[in-house]
């Protein structure tokens, strides 16, 4: 009787409430959900939708996005002239130097941006050709060898396209660039003018790439601690003012203004005198390829009048006159 009629409420059915289904809690059998109450949100309209609007934002901040790129992208190149043309003239005219080489900045950009774009599109259309070899088709079907074998192609062959194509970009601005100053070129007849040089000099372009991965290396390792040193300078007087602020004023919108106006300053002092600290690297690392680009080519020369400062010959190869001359004037040549 006591099994049959149940003590407590617990009867021969009573174990299915402790059976959990899935997707409910206790007792609730698949497919039953509560409704939803009057006034409450339609769990069908939480669902994410792509909406029409949704996607002209979308197309629109790709678009602004893209056109924020270019726009950086053009105004950096256009710089590699204007800061070529400064050291040449020994002034800083931004606007005068900026306008005027708006055209071969676009070319730049335009070389620089194809390059990379042709670069690596043809990279990733190999890796996908060795794919399909080792793997078949289609990718779906591909296994963890084929992975792998995909790994161990594409690591090191992704390694050699940067750096051959950072090296063409970085000889593009380092020679190209004067070279195009220096007699109004473009820049693939630049490229052409250069690689003449390259074919007569190659043993002092060599030097110079050497040279220039050495002078990499120290002078990011000086910068970087220069950098280090001016973030203590800047960083701690901050934090000290912060710490007593928020001892003393707390988590308070007055408080956060008081921390927004001191780490904003924080910020503006550290960027400036990042600034100084890489201004007189860059300039120096800068001048060095024009005076190699000088010394080989003298038609190239954009620097002469820092050329024939820091050259004992005046920055002016001597003439067969002038060699003749000190060759007759030496009391010993006749000996």
């Known amino acids: 009787m006591l099994f049959v009629g149940g003590i407590g409420g617990l009867g021969p059915t009573s174990f299915l409430n402790f059976i959990p289904f899935p997707g409910g809690g206790a007792g609730e059998p698949p497919g039953q959900r509560p409704e939803p109450q009057p006034g409450g949100p339609d769990p069908g309209a939480l669902t994410p939708e792509l909406t029409p609007e949704l996607v002209v934002f979308l197309v629109l901040f790709v678009l602004f996005a893209v056109a924020v790129f270019v726009l950086w992208s053009v105004a950096g190149a256009v710089m590699e002239f204007v800061f070529v043309e400064s050291l040449g003239a020994e ?11 708006v055209r071969p900045g676009v070319r730049l950009f335009l070389f620089r941006t194809g390059l990379s774009i042709l670069v690596f599109g043809a990279l990733v259309a190999a890796l996908f050709a060795v794919g399909v070899l080792v793997g078949g088709w289609p990718v779906a079907q591909w296994d ?9 192609v594409g690591v090191p062959l992704f390694f050699v396209t940067t750096v051959v194509l950072g090296l063409v970009i970085g000889l593009t601005n380092t020679f190209v660039v004067p070279t195009m100053l220096a007699e109004d070129r473009g820049v693939l007849s630049g490229w052409r003018r250069f690689l003449g040089v390259l074919a007569d000099e190659p043993v002092e372009i060599l030097v110079y790439l050497v040279v220039s991965f050495v002078l990499g290396i120290a002078v990011g390792f000086a910068t970087g601690a220069l950098s280090i040193a001016l973030l203590i300078v800047v960083g701690v007087p901050a934090l000290l003012v912060s710490l007593p602020v928020l001892l003393t004023v707390g988590a308070t919108p007055l408080g956060g203004t008081v921390l927004l106006v001191v780490w904003l300053a924080a910020g503006v002092l550290f960027f400036v005198g990042s600034l100084v600290i890489a201004v007189p690297f860059r300039t120096f690392r800068r001048y060095y390829p024009l005076l190699v680009l000088g010394d080989v080519d003298t038609d190239l020369d954009v620097v002469p009048t820092t050329r024939a400062a820091v050259r004992a010959d005046g920055g002016e190869e001597p003439s067969d006159d002038e060699r003749d001359d000190g060759v007759g004037d030496d009391p010993d040549a006749d000996r």
């Open 144 to 152: 963890d060898g084929a992975v792998l074998a995909l790994l161990f």
């Open 91 to 101: 002034a800083v005219k931004l606007r005068e130097f900026f306008t005027g080489n």
